[in-house]
């Protein structure tokens, strides 16, 4: 049986993605990052033998360290590593910057990349070898259109450098990458298990986003299982099979 770590993995895409590679019989090491929010506990009661939760902050050394601990005292290896978690921070909007908010998404988005990466690597000697990034356009600079200066956008081009130079590093060593863009998608921003999800429609009633998060996961977990012949090259994908710049 395979195996693979998903961060972010509470809600949303990243829950989508747990479900999704339980539902394909692999086992699945879920991070776990809000604790109050009992969904992955309720997916756990489904596939208690295949799903283990993870306590998983991919933006301190000291919680990978533990959580790649924690994986290799039931697993012999890691055959796959998505790294899912986002965190969002600081935007110029009305000309006011609070540059307090502007390094957080980094140390997730980028760091927390190179993070997992560090301290899994030794549990990925053997297997698939295969390493897997969800980012985003909104870090392809050729394309930027946004007016704001985002400082989540900046740490997606950061993860996108991260990731290419860790490519020259170790796709010679036989490891592949998945560089992924899931599309506009309707995630929640539920934290605790009484908050309300929202139902995503304008004053007008319709959809906002394009799809949900179930959709997206469908499409990226072919593109994270399957080989391709071109494993010498990086290249960021969308959930519709669109190559972008990066
Ligand atoms: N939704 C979209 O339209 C869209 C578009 C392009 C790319 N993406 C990417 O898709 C991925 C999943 O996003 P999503 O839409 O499912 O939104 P999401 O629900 O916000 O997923 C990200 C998860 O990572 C968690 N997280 C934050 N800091 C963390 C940390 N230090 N350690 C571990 N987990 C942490 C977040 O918790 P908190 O939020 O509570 O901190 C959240 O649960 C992200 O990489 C995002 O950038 C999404």
């Given at each position: 049986?395979?195996?693979?770590?998903?961060?972010?993995?509470?809600?949303?895409?990243?829950?989508?993605?747990?479900?999704?590679?339980?539902?394909?019989?692999?086992?699945?090491?879920?991070?776990?990052?809000?604790?109050?929010?009992?969904?992955?506990?309720?997916?756990?009661?489904?596939?208690?033998?295949?799903?283990?939760?993870?306590?998983?902050?991919?933006?301190?050394?000291?919680?990978?360290?533990?959580?790649?601990?924690?994986?290799?005292?039931?697993?012999?290896?890691?055959?796959?590593?998505?790294?899912?978690?986002?965190?969002?921070?600081?935007?110029?909007?009305?000309?006011?910057?609070?540059?307090?908010?502007?390094?957080?998404?980094?140390?997730?988005?980028?760091?927390?990349?190179?993070?997992?990466?560090?301290?899994f690597l030794p549990?990925?000697?053997?297997?698939?070898?295969?390493?897997?990034?969800?980012?985003?356009?909104?870090?392809?600079?050729?394309?930027?259109?946004?007016?704001?200066?985002?400082?989540?956008?900046?740490?997606?081009?950061?993860?996108?450098?991260?990731?290419?130079?860790?490519?020259?590093?170790?796709?010679?060593?036989?490891?592949?990458?998945?560089?992924?863009?899931?599309?506009?998608?309707r995630s929640a921003?539920?934290?605790?298990?009484?908050?309300?999800?929202?139902?995503?429609?304008d004053a007008d009633?319709?959809?906002?986003?394009?799809?949900?998060?179930?959709?997206?996961?469908?499409?990226?977990?072919?593109?994270?299982?399957?080989?391709?012949?071109?494993?010498?090259?990086?290249?960021?994908?969308?959930?519709?099979?669109?190559?972008?710049?990066?």
């Amino acid at each position: 049986m395979k195996n693979v770590v998903i961060t972010g993995a509470d809600r949303n895409i990243g829950l989508e993605l747990v479900r999704q590679f339980l539902q394909r019989g692999w086992k699945v090491f879920a991070g776990r990052y809000l604790m109050d929010l009992p969904l992955l506990e309720e997916l756990q009661r489904e596939y208690p033998d295949t799903l283990t939760l993870v306590p998983l902050d991919v933006s301190k050394d000291e919680a990978v360290r533990a959580a790649a601990e924690a994986v290799g005292k039931e697993a012999d290896h890691v055959d796959m590593l998505i790294h899912n978690a986002a965190g969002f921070g600081g935007q110029s909007g009305d000309g006011e910057i609070d540059f307090t908010t502007f390094a957080a998404p980094y140390n997730i988005n980028a760091l927390g990349a190179m993070r997992m990466v560090h301290y899994f690597l030794p549990l990925m000697q053997t297997g698939m070898k295969r390493l897997c990034f969800v980012s985003s356009e909104a870090g392809v600079v050729s394309v930027a259109h946004r007016t704001e200066i985002s400082s989540y956008c900046m740490s997606k081009t950061a993860l996108n450098m991260a990731l290419r130079l860790m490519f020259n590093q170790l796709q010679p060593l036989g490891y592949t990458f998945r560089l992924y863009h899931p599309g506009w998608v309707r995630s929640a921003k539920i934290e605790h298990s009484t908050d309300a999800v929202p139902t995503f429609k304008d004053a007008d009633g319709n959809l906002i986003g394009k799809f949900w998060p179930w959709e997206t996961a469908a499409a990226a977990v072919p593109q994270f299982i399957e080989d391709r012949e071109w494993e010498d090259r990086l290249v960021l994908i969308d959930n519709e099979g669109a190559a972008w710049p990066f």
